[in-house]
């Protein structure tokens, strides 16, 4: 795919998202964009999972836990009379530094030691969030006030903002997509996916594993928590159940469905059934039917999935060797 | 009086702690003879629970508990039969995530069946007001139960590995499962009963356990982590060592309570749970030379 | 510069209660192919493991163009100049030849997760150079046409030159082959013989660990006989062919572990 063909794709998201908010205005239906908005921001954690699971090949099992994490940093200092513009960057800061000392120890494990220490990870956080008064317990925090941005724009929920919302929202997505899909076809990205493959062979070609990991575990979880920021703000609060296992479970069901190792893939099923369920769809069924596609999935499609990549070629179909003078 | 606190603390997380012993054993049992982690073992818990306090309106208490062991057994044979034995060798990460999947699939059935409020199992002895005197500790009967139940259960399966028929060809499937056809063994019935002995164990534990900690909906979920947790310290090796680790852990959770505020109780499970991980993946008490356990740690010094 | 690139002294590890390496010293000459022998069991591919940083030694050094390398990660050897091919096929699984031999580029490609996160705006120029230069090592091994296959789909003798190419790609001073001809026909078998041989013409230093006799006498320079993790024997061609104690424990090996 050279860069022509992935602008095509991109260009056809960005008609998409205009279009959904047109259509929607003129049929004055505007209030599902405030749900298609909060699908927006869970989508952008679904991407860096997909980044961590499908291409690095790292399993977690916890990530709701970093989008808990930079929820509630965001939470806590935009309430804690500083410059209202620090709390996103707080929250990715902070979300960062938790990824970097977890991540150090956690990913010299593989497989399903990883899966369970991620597991562990997530769990850790949403009990700490449950026991600890600062953090609203089992209330969660409110009141949160909106971001402010330039020229009158901020994210929040009210609803005169909630066009500007929905695109800002959409554009955080897509400039994650396209950095996503950059690092895929770089040479980090071919590092990840050697890794991914065999990792014995990719530190024989040089590549530091520990390293490239790391830095695929702290990007995801960075992307996790700027969506849990972003989000928080949005919705003006954040609760203890954004931490939970069930969310966890949810995203790796909703990276899996995509295709795993699929941005593409990722960006429409995250999209989709977010939304569908922000919208109440699947009614008091909400966790099974991700518990249920999770299984589904895992039974019927491991190999597109835990498995390798197939038939994606990420380099120039055409490349003439240079003669040597 | 101290002393009498101390001895409180520590008859309570043995308690607790066989609990999560109990489904570490529960662990123990479908991996050793399937290879796979079942994360639903701690929907079986809450089943059994569930079960019982619905039929103890019913039933005498003895016929409810029995009633419900028996359906909870047949749950997990279901489970097994119709999502798990037509995989061939599954990997082990993927068989942790389509029981995460399935255990969440359980449990927002039983919250439809029943509702998300608590509810707790009759004291089998006595009600809750009643109360022993032990060296100065008061504790109630039902924790003689919960110790009593446990120790039973650990007998009966270490004398069903050990001196049965079926128990030992159950522990030959573990350890070579070619082989263990190859003398007749059948090795597609013995998976579907190692499934209904740890689904009817996790029931009876429930059940023993429903009057002191209550039964939830939700419950599963985390003794599954507790007893996860156990298995992988215990190393696997046999379900003596996952009752230590039980007990250490239960104790050492209940112990935390005197250090730690209350709602940091569970971390220290997974805490524990992330330090062996991470520093003894074999397990505590793994024998050397023994089939590896859950965790397969490798000999040898590669990175 | 020293004739000799890379030298082992007092090399011991242990597998478990094995001792699979038993005191083994040798030299590589720069520019010279030096071929490790021995019969299966001896501990050959464990050395290979040792050198390019798989595994640690238990104790003795190693030195590389003067720097000590025992102990050092894989990647950090690799880095200094040493490359491998596996005895088994280790290709990227999902990815194409090219994809698998830029890989192998990847030391020589300038670095960053950010800048790469920048897209072709940043890096565009390194990777088409990268890529120019991985199309030349499969075009020079004749392999050129297969750039857009899955590399794991080829059969296995195609694939092994594959492996070549990947570990060519970071232009290493140092190149170990693992049993480059395990698995290959006399036709393919004299092609990679060939290969090899104009690899040398290049100054890359060659380590070779070979079962395939006449491949190894034809193309060695220095040859090294292995047996129950020990050298007993060390020297030009044509005197280990002569050498008696070789020929027994080839012809008289038990292979009692592997």
Not at chain 1, 160 to 171: G, P, S
Not at chain 2, 146 to 157: P, Q, R, Y
Request: charged content about 15%; glycine content about 12%.
């Amino acid at each position: 795919m050279t860069a022509g063909t992935r602008n095509v794709p991109l260009l056809l998201v960005a008609a998409v998202v205009v279009g959904t908010q047109v259509i929607l205005s003129a049929l004055k239906a505007d209030f599902y964009l405030t749900q298609l908005t909060m699908a927006a921001w869970y989508t952008l954690l679904a991407l860096g999972l997909c980044l961590l699971m499908g291409y690095a090949g790292q399993v977690s099992l916890g990530h709701a836990g970093f989008f808990a994490i930079g929820g509630y940093t965001a939470a806590i200092v935009s309430t804690a009379g500083l410059a209202p513009w620090l709390s996103i960057p707080a929250a990715v800061a902070v979300t960062a530094v938790v990824a970097i000392v977890v991540g150090v120890p956690v990913l010299r494990l593989k497989g399903h030691y990883l899966a369970m220490a991620t597991l562990a990870f997530g769990f850790i956080v949403s009990r700490i969030i449950l026991g600890t008064p600062f953090f609203g317990q089992a209330d969660g925090l409110s009141d949160i006030p909106a971001y402010p941005l330039l020229a009158g724009l901020a994210i929040s929920g009210r609803r005169a903002l909630r066009v500007q919302n929905f695109y800002l929202a959409w554009f955080v997505v897509l400039v994650g997509l396209i950095l996503a899909l950059n690092l895929v076809r770089s040479r980090a990205g071919r590092a990840l996916r050697a890794i991914h493959g065999d990792e014995e062979a990719a530190a024989a070609c040089g590549i530091d594993v520990a390293r490239h990991k790391l830095a695929a575990f702290v990007l995801s979880a960075v992307y996790a928590g700027l969506a849990g920021a972003c989000l928080t703000h949005f919705n003006g609060g954040i609760g203890p159940s954004e931490a939970g296992i069930m969310k966890s479970v949810r995203y790796v069901a909703l990276v899996a469905a995509g295709g795993m190792a699929n941005l593409w893939g990722t960006l429409a099923v995250s999209a989709s059934l977010t939304f569908l369920s922000l919208r109440g769809v699947f009614g008091l069924f909400d966790d099974a039917v991700f518990g249920g596609l999770l299984v589904a999935i895992m039974l019927f499609a491991p190999n597109g999935v835990f498995g390798l990549l197939r038939g994606r070629h990420l380099l120039p179909t055409r490349v003439r060797a240079r003669r040597d003078p | 009086m101290v002393a009498a606190q101390i001895l409180q603390y520590v008859l309570s997380g043995i308690a607790t702690g066989s609990i999560y012993a109990i489904v570490g054993i529960g662990f123990n049992v479908v991996y050793n003879s399937t290879g796979i982690i079942n994360f639903a073992q701690g929907e079986f818990l809450m089943l059994g629970g569930m079960i019982a306090v619905s039929l103890q309106g019913f039933l005498p208490l003895p016929l409810a508990i029995a009633a419900a062991i028996a359906a909870t057994g047949l749950v997990g044979v279901l489970v097994q039969l119709v999502f798990l034995s037509w995989l061939k060798k599954p990997e082990m990460l993927r068989m942790i995530v389509i029981t995460i999947g399935l255990s969440i699939l359980i449990r927002e059935a039983a919250l439809h069946v029943w509702d998300e409020k608590v509810h707790a199992l009759r004291f089998w002895t006595g009600d809750e007001t009643s109360s022993l005197s032990l060296a100065g500790a008061r504790i109630s009967p039902q924790v003689i139960w919960v110790l009593a139940v446990s120790g039973l259960m650990v007998a009966a399966l270490t004398l069903f590995f050990r001196f049965t028929v079926t128990g030992k060809a159950m522990r030959a499937c573990a350890s070579n499962t070619a082989a263990a056809r190859l003398c007749g063994i059948r090795a597609s019935s013995l998976v579907t009963l190692s499934f209904f002995i740890a689904a009817a164990m996790g029931a009876l534990a429930g059940c023993v356990v429903s009057p002191i900690t209550q039964t939830q909906y939700d419950m599963g979920t985390s003794l599954a982590v507790k007893g996860f947790t156990c298995a992988v310290l215990g190393g696997l090796g046999s379900v003596g060592a996952a009752v230590a680790a039980g007990v250490l852990v239960g104790v050492l959770e209940s112990a935390s309570i005197s250090v730690l505020p209350l709602a940091y109780k569970d971390v220290v499970a997974l805490t524990i749970m992330l330090a062996i991980l991470l520093l003894r993946p074999q397990g505590l008490f793994a024998a050397i030379g023994r089939r590896p356990g859950l965790l397969g740690a490798r000999q040898d010094s590669r990175r | 510069m020293s004739d000799v690139l890379l030298s082992a002294q007092g090399l011991h590890h242990w597998f478990g209660g094995l001792h699979v390496i038993n005191g083994v010293d040798f030299r590589c000459a720069r520019a010279a192919v030096t071929a490790i022998i021995g019969p299966n069991g001896a501990g050959k591919t464990t050395l290979f493991n040792l050198i390019s940083g798989c595994l640690s030694p238990a104790s003795g050094s190693i030195t590389f163009d003067g720097k000590a390398i025992a102990g050092l990660p894989a990647h950090r050897i690799a880095g200094l100049g040493v490359s491998r091919t596996f005895q088994a096929s280790h290709l990227f699984p999902g990815m194409t030849v090219l994809e698998n031999v830029m890989v192998g580029r990847h030391l020589r490609i300038r670095e960053g997760f950010l800048r790469d996160m920048g897209g072709r705006v940043f890096s565009g120029r390194e990777e088409t150079r990268a890529l120019q230069a991985c199309m030349e090592i499969l075009d020079g091994l004749g392999i050129a046409g297969l750039a857009q296959q899955e590399a794991r789909d080829l059969p296995f003798g195609r694939q092994r030159v594959v492996e070549l190419a990947r570990a060519l790609a970071s232009e290493p001073k140092l190149l170990l082959l693992d049993e480059p001809a395990c698995g290959l026909n006399p036709n393919e078998t004299d092609e990679m013989a060939d290969s090899i041989v104009r690899i040398k013409g290049r100054g890359i230093t060659i380590l070779i660990v070979e079962h395939d006799m006449s491949l190894v006498m034809g193309i060695s320079d220095h040859v090294v006989v292995l047996s129950y993790g020990s050298v007993i024997a060390e020297g030009a061609p044509r005197e280990i062919q002569a050498n008696e104690e070789v020929v027994s424990v080839y012809l008289g090996a038990d292979t009692t572990w592997d």
